[in-house]
């Protein structure tokens, strides 16, 4: 049985309202099977409070350019970077997820897990501050800041070559497949026109990755 008063401990943040903490970890599987909202939203608003928090931090505590600024805070909030912090709070054991989701690995689902760790970070927000959400970042993110940012980053660094050159870059999810609960995506990544690269993955910004991925090798073969 899960203890969610022993994960607040963990982040070092008691919450006021308690179902904002259920609903940060409640999978769409489990929310369509019983009835219930899932954490999609606060997973939207958890996003960007880590940005803004990641971007203070950065300003405050570094020399970078802008370039270099918004480099580094994408690796920091990157997935794989996402998925450290989550684990080091062991935050997939607490997961609401549903029969065919819990069956078929989704509590080791990268993108699952990335998602619930920012819609509790947005549930953060919503039951108290900013200020609160940073001080939680600084417990359980910063102290991996040093790890996360020796990512590759292959949308960042791609970018970084288009721009260079002025051309410009988009990215499409071509094909998904697999049942609802187990889905692959396919993406594409187009320099102005030109198809550069294709990828796959398990969630949309993992696709997106290796189509970028595939695109710098191609270009270091050019």
């Not at 970890?25 to 219930?36: G, I, K, P, Q, V």
């Amino acid at each position: 049985m899960r203890d969610l008063n022993e994960l607040q401990n963990k982040i070092g943040y008691e919450f006021k309202d308690g179902s904002l903490l259920d609903l940060a970890l409640t999978h769409s599987s489990y929310a369509n099977e019983h009835d219930l909202d899932c954490n999609e939203r606060l997973e939207y608003l958890g996003d960007a409070v880590l940005d803004l928090c990641i971007s203070c931090y950065l300003y405050n505590n570094s020399h970078y350019d802008e370039g270099g600024l918004s480099k580094t805070r994408a690796k920091a909030v990157c997935e794989e970077a996402l998925n450290v912090y989550a684990e080091k709070i062991n935050l997939s054991s607490y997961l609401l997820l549903g029969n065919g989701e819990e069956h078929s690995g989704g509590r080791k689902r990268p993108a699952i897990i990335a998602d619930a760790f920012e819609a509790m970070l947005g549930a953060i927000l919503l039951d108290d501050s900013f200020e609160a959400v940073y001080k939680v970042v600084e417990k359980i993110v910063l102290p991996f800041f040093d790890v996360v940012v020796k990512f590759k980053d292959y949308k960042s660094i791609f970018q970084e070559k288009v721009q260079a050159d002025r051309r410009t870059l988009h990215y499409e999810i071509v094909k998904e497949t697999g049942p609802a609960n187990d889905k692959s995506y396919e993406a594409v990544v187009f320099m102005d026109d030109i198809l550069m690269g294709r990828g796959e993955g398990r969630s949309k910004k993992e696709a997106e990755q290796n189509a970028a991925k595939e695109a710098l090798k191609k270009e270091a073969h050019n």
